[in-house]
Structures are given as structure tokens and as C-alpha cells.
């Protein structure tokens, strides 16, 4: 398994240069983040190239798929995107598809796929991935569309190009649906990223009622051959001990 540290969740509050060097130091190879919007993605890319570091994925815009009146908007706002992961190098985007907008779920699905499929030759002319996340709307993320996986794997069918994948965040997926080797099992050509953290809680993945050994193993046995994005929140605060002490339990519990 290869693994890409969150910047904005581990290093929260802290200059995010400052955090790429730090998961540097700490052995990693690959970082991820959320929005690029409030970035300096130039430096970023400089520093990324100066630490041989890869770029592993980050956010779209948060515009809803779920609203057709608003395509054209998230349509303009994964052009920006592109390009962006075009100074980053990064081949793998992220995108939420919007809130329950209370209509018919049936029309709202209609309008993420056809979103996604009105996105497929951008994706397929900048060569990026595009990634649609689940998200749990029981603690974190009240009023999502987008819940369990296999409701997400059924819009990736739909949408029916390769340019669409699945994030299978393990922590959301967790919470809203459980049996989790069984879904990446099931699921596992259709999924183009994983996210980790520990439920409950979304701390470590160490933490809590997860084996993440035995789930790391399932997907090694797989073949799968991207990220596992530990995109979790230090357990302690930063006045009681500094996010490289959990690094350190991290890599040691996963063998890395």
C-alpha cells in the first residue's frame, strides 16, 4: 500500500509548507489537501519538487452536482481545477456532489451523472481522474446527497466512462454502511483512492473499533495500485503533544 498524508487535517493550523516539510521528515512521499483555492499552489508546487514529493489528489470546488442549474458553475470551477492539478503534476481530483437539495432523489441523481458525464472530456483532454466522495451525514456532513457506496459505485457505472472513480473514504464508509472489506472487495475497479482515519473520533487510524491491518491487506490482495490518504485529525491537542508523535504510532501500527 502506498500512503499520502492529508496536510490540512494532520498539520491543521499550521503554515502548509511548514506541513509538507514535516511529512517529508516523516517519511512520506505523497500529500494531499483540500482546497487549492486559498493556496499558494505555486509554492506548493515548488516545494512539492524540491522534497520529491508527489501530489496524491485534492478538492474541486465545492459546487453541487446534485443542482443541474448549477453544472455550469461546477463545470467552470473543474476547468480551474485542472489546471491547477496541471501546475501540481497530480493526475486524481477529488469532488463531493452537493447537499440533498430535497427534490426527487431520482432527478437528483440524474443530475450528478449527467454532470459527470458532461465533465468526462475535460477530464479526458487534461488526463485526471475524477473522484466522487460518500460522505456520512450522521456526524459530520449533515444533509449530503452522497452516502453509502454502493449508491456511489452505481453513479460511477452510470456515468459510465473511465474518467469517474470512487474515493471510499473507510472512516465515513464506516458510519454510514460498515462492512467494509466485503464493499472495497466488491467495489474495488471502481474505487481510485481511499481515505483513512479512526471511528470514532477521526483521529488515527490506530484508534478505535477499525483493524486497518486486516483492511490494508484485503486491498493489497487486490492489486490495487494508488493511495490510502490518512486524512485524520491528531488525537491529542497540540498542547499536549505534537502531531509527529501519532505519526510515529502511525507508521509503526501500519508497518510503514
Not at 136 to 158: A, M, P, Q
Request: aromatic share 10%.
Amino acid at each position: 500500500m502506498k500512503f499520502s498524508l492529508c496536510i490540512d487535517a494532520v498539520f491543521k493550523g499550521q503554515p502548509f509548507l511548514t506541513g509538507l516539510e514535516k511529512a517529508k521528515d516523516a517519511g512520506f512521499r505523497a500529500f494531499e489537501f483540500w482546497g487549492w483555492w486559498d493556496k499558494d499552489i505555486k509554492a506548493i508546487a515548488k516545494k512539492a519538487e524540491t522534497l520529491s514529493m508527489e501530489c496524491a489528489t485534492f478538492c474541486t470546488r465545492f459546487i453541487p452536482l446534485t443542482d443541474p442549474d448549477q453544472r455550469e458553475a461546477y463545470l467552470s470551477g473543474l476547468k480551474e481545477t485542472l489546471e491547477t492539478a496541471k501546475i501540481l503534476g497530480c493526475k486524481k481530483i477529488i469532488s463531493q456532489v452537493g447537499d440533498d437539495t430535497g427534490r426527487d432523489r431520482a432527478f437528483q441523481t440524474a443530475s450528478v451523472v449527467e454532470g459527470l458525464k458532461a465533465a468526462a472530456p475535460l477530464l479526458e483532454k487534461a488526463d485526471v481522474i475524477l473522484m466522487i466522495e460518500p460522505l456520512n451525514g450522521t456526524i459530520d456532513h449533515k444533509g449530503t446527497f452522497l452516502e453509502r457506496s454502493t449508491e456511489g459505485f452505481e453513479i460511477v457505472d452510470h456515468a459510465a466512462n473511465g474518467q469517474v472513480k470512487l474515493l471510499f473514504d473507510i472512516y465515513h464508509q464506516q458510519i454510514t454502511e460498515g462492512d467494509i472489506i466485503r464493499r472495497i472487495q466488491n467495489g474495488i475497479s471502481r474505487i481510485g483512492h481511499f481515505h483513512a482515519a479512526g471511528n470514532p473520533g477521526r483521529h488515527e487510524p490506530y484508534t478505535g473499533e477499525l483493524d486497518y491491518r486486516n483492511i490494508i491487506k484485503a486491498i493489497d490482495a487486490s492489486g490495487f495500485p494508488g493511495y490510502m490518504g490518512l486524512e485524520y485529525f491528531p488525537e491529542a491537542s497540540p498542547e499536549e503533544a505534537s502531531p509527529e508523535e501519532g505519526i510515529s504510532k502511525l507508521k509503526s501500527y501500519l508497518g510503514i
